[in-house]
């Protein structure tokens, strides 16, 4: 079987599992997804229809448009209020819920978090489940945050496994995986940070690319503009995996080697104390919830502490650092060695994350507000943003160490000594400039004063006609041992 054959084969797989994963959570939720591929318009009809089934609870909306006109589909979902009006996309000023943020397919490869973005919406939709599940909790949607990306993927089905980013131009390669931006670097939180990063974020063909400027994208502009309307108290980014069956709990921060789960070794703690309980309590309850459902649970950390990488311009830290959101990346495990699993394991993995998901949204709006400083203020980023200042100065300090030892070497064992006899010489040429004293230089034999008037000496010394130069500086030296400049020579 050709690659395209085994990729629309895996597709059409998917196909089954989209269908039931939509229709099996409530009879009256839609299944527009069951006749086709859940490419971006049946997407954008699966949110529709949720919206026009549920008008009390749930709103249809988008938050902007891609490069190539195509809107970013997004739901809002409230619990039912009495009045019995649909939730507004701009949440009113004096809301009493929390929000929550979910975003899904930041990677377009990565299907299975849109399949677990849309089963969410299709549970939260229905009015007893909002009431049950997420009754203080207004919970914001947007299961295909790159269009361009998957409407890439559609038209090149071979590349399935491949396509990351979001198809901008700017790459002058032909081959279709690297054209784009990667949307989760493309964030304005220390963009530009590399000292220890590993990834190229700034080759235009490379998939870690993180664009010519943060937000630069029409998609992550759209983003921000709606988490900053939201305030969520929480953030979840899905991701998926496709070689590993351990699913894993991220939490800030990407950019540098900070730590979470050993944040008793304070030499990369970033987060305050109350902010990683606020993340303990948060990773820990999905973990539970997780395992107590019979799934594997999560590996929770830093990205620094679970895969020894560093993120520049993430939208994780993004997030944290300035909506004071709760963020967290969910990365689902697969194990299958694709991010196109077949029908029963898409469905089987998607459930597995439902009961963690929903435990995240119970407990969001009885976290405290998030203390940690901006990071920029932070201790580790000033003492890194200082790097520069400390490795000159540690060269300065060899540099002074080695010349120290070379003198030694050579023989001036007093450098001290000679430090303040060239100070006095200076001192009397400057003394002399400034009173205009006229001194005769020295030479090995003098010629006879006029006259018979004696010559005025150098230095305040009567003048040896038979005193040579050598022996001269040696006197003056001398002199200046008596004073306690401590000069010597070493033999």
């Known amino acids: 079987m050709s690659t395209h054959t085994t990729s629309l084969h895996r597709l059409r797989l998917l196909v089954l599992a989209s ?15 069951s006749a086709a591929v859940p490419w971006y318009t049946d997407v954008v009809s699966t949110l529709m229809d949720l919206a026009k089934t549920n008008p009390h609870t749930t709103a249809y909306y988008e938050i902007g448009t891609t490069r190539s006109g195509l809107a970013i589909p997004a739901v809002v979902i409230e619990p039912e209020s009495s009045a019995g009006t649909s939730p507004s996309p701009e949440k009113p000023a004096d809301s009493p819920l929390s929000s929550v943020v979910i975003l899904a397919q930041v990677q377009p490869r990565e299907v299975l978090s849109l399949l677990l973005a849309l089963r969410l919406a299709n549970i939260l939709s229905t009015a007893d489940a909002s009431a049950t599940t997420a009754a203080t909790v207004r919970t914001v949607i947007v299961p295909m945050v790159n269009p361009d990306g998957f409407e890439q993927l559609r038209l090149n089905p071979d590349y399935s496994e491949n396509i990351i980013k979001n198809a901008a131009p700017g790459c002058a390669d032909t081959e279709v995986t690297s054209a784009g931006v990667n ?69 800030p921060f990407m950019f540098h080697k900070s730590t979470f789960a050993s944040a008793e070794s304070v030499k990369y703690k970033m987060l305050s104390d109350s902010d990683i309980n606020a993340y303990r309590l948060l990773t820990s309850a999905m973990h539970n919830e997780s395992t107590a459902e019979g799934g594997s649970g999560y590996s929770i950390g830093t990205s620094w502490e679970t895969i020894n990488q560093t993120i520049s311009g993430s939208d994780l830290d993004w997030i944290f650092d300035n909506t004071g959101a709760f963020s967290i990346v969910l990365q689902m495990g697969t194990a299958e060695g694709t991010y196109w699993p077949g029908e029963d394991a898409s469905k089987d993995l998607v459930e597995q994350h439902i009961p963690p998901v929903l435990k995240l949204l119970q407990l969001s709006p009885t976290v405290p507000p998030k203390t940690t400083k901006k990071t920029a203020n932070s201790s580790l980023l000033g003492r890194v943003s200082l790097l520069p200042l400390y490795l000159g100065a540690t060269v300065f300090a060899a540099i002074a ?19 303040r006899l060239w100070v006095k010489r200076l001192e009397r040429q400057v003394a002399s400039r400034i009173s205009r004293k006229r ?24 003048v040896d006609e038979d005193v040579g130069l050598e022996e001269l500086v040696v006197a003056d030296e001398d002199d200046d041992d008596d004073e306690g400049t401590g000069f010597s020579y070493r033999m």
């Open 19 to 33: 269908s039931a994963l939509l229709s099996g959570a409530s009879p009256s939720g839609p299944s527009s997804a």
């Open 183 to 251: 949307l989760g670097h493309n964030w304005d939180f220390e963009w530009n940070y590399q000292l220890i990063s590993g990834s190229d974020f700034s080759d235009p063909c490379g998939p870690a690319y993180r664009g010519p400027a943060p937000f630069s994208e029409p998609e992550t502009q759209a983003l921000r503009d709606l988490l900053l309307r939201e305030r969520p108290k929480s953030a979840l980014i899905v991701h998926a995996r496709h070689l590993f069956s351990t699913s894993r709990l991220l939490v």
């Open 439 to 462: 001194y005769v230089g020295v030479r090995t034999s003098s010629p006879p004063p006029r006259g018979g008037a004696a010559r005025a000496a150098p230095f305040g010394r009567p």
């Open 401 to 419: 160490c080695m010349l120290a030892i070379a003198s030694y070497c050579l023989g001036y064992d007093n450098v001290i000594g000679r430090f």
